[in-house]
């Protein structure tokens, strides 16, 4: 059991918009930062949102990151048949000295 | 362009050792934190362990502690997860990352090596 809650999987038309919700507790989520990281099949993770919100450079404004106390969001937009992958969120646990991530979400685009 | 590139991966039997190396360049390694992060088939993400700019912090993941033993060589840009009593639920691809100061996870991934631990 992974200590942060993701959904399986989540599934909208393209065009449409997708939330995905990690949720954690006080001792990582709600003090500390959270990343969330796309994985296509077959690749290695990539980086979609950084300490909350934060988008790196060459990741569109489709995505979008919120946290609000203990739970965090990843938000998607305009979805197209590309951003079919596995979506993990992920923070630093205080108590736990670990990196810990959801157990991963499985984007469908019908 | 930042590139990781992991080396070191292979066959094993279980009780056995495997030490992975990861080749960083185009960035200052000496000012990062690093990590070591694995996937099991058809499973999630587990980060496994970190190590401090310096060397001088580490952080394991419980299932890990005391078999394995990450480290780092800033005059070579490298760094290493030597693993040791290894288990069949060990086999994964290992993924070489580097840390973000604010948070401690990660940009910048390599491609991986695979590990199978099996008899």
């Known amino acids: 059991q992974s200590v942060l809650t993701q959904p399986p999987s989540v599934s909208a038309a393209p065009g449409q918009k997708v939330t995905i919700s990690c949720s954690g507790s006080s001792s990582n989520i709600e003090n500390n930062y959270v990343s969330w990281y796309q994985q296509l099949p077959g690749t290695a993770p990539k980086l979609l949102i950084y300490d909350n919100n934060k988008r790196p450079s060459g990741i569109p404004d489709r995505f979008s990151g919120s946290k609000s106390g203990a739970s965090a969001t990843l938000g998607i937009t305009g979805l197209q048949t590309g951003d079919e992958a596995d979506y993990y969120c992920?923070?630093?646990?205080?108590?736990?000295?670990?990196?810990?991530f959801g157990g991963g979400t499985k984007l469908t685009v019908l | 362009e930042v590139q990781l590139v992991e080396s070191g991966g292979g066959l094993v039997q279980p009780g056995g050792s495997l030490r992975l190396s990861c080749a960083a360049s185009?960035?200052?390694?000496?000012?990062?934190?690093m990590s070591w992060v694995r996937q099991a088939p058809g499973k999630g993400l587990e980060w496994v362990a970190n190590i401090k700019q310096d060397g001088s912090e580490k952080y394991y993941v419980d299932s890990v502690k005391g078999r394995f033993t990450i480290s780092r060589d800033n005059a070579k840009n490298s760094l290493y997860l030597q693993m040791n009593s290894l288990r069949v639920e060990d086999t994964a691809v290992y993924y070489c990352?580097?840390?973000?100061?604010?948070?401690?996870?990660?940009?910048?991934w390599g491609k991986g090596t695979t590990v199978t631990v099996s008899s």
């Open positions: 992920g923070t630093w646990d205080s108590s736990l000295s670990s990196v810990v």
């Open positions: 990352a580097r840390d973000m100061d604010s948070s401690l996870l990660m940009d910048v």
């Open positions: 185009a960035f200052t390694f000496s000012s990062y934190w």
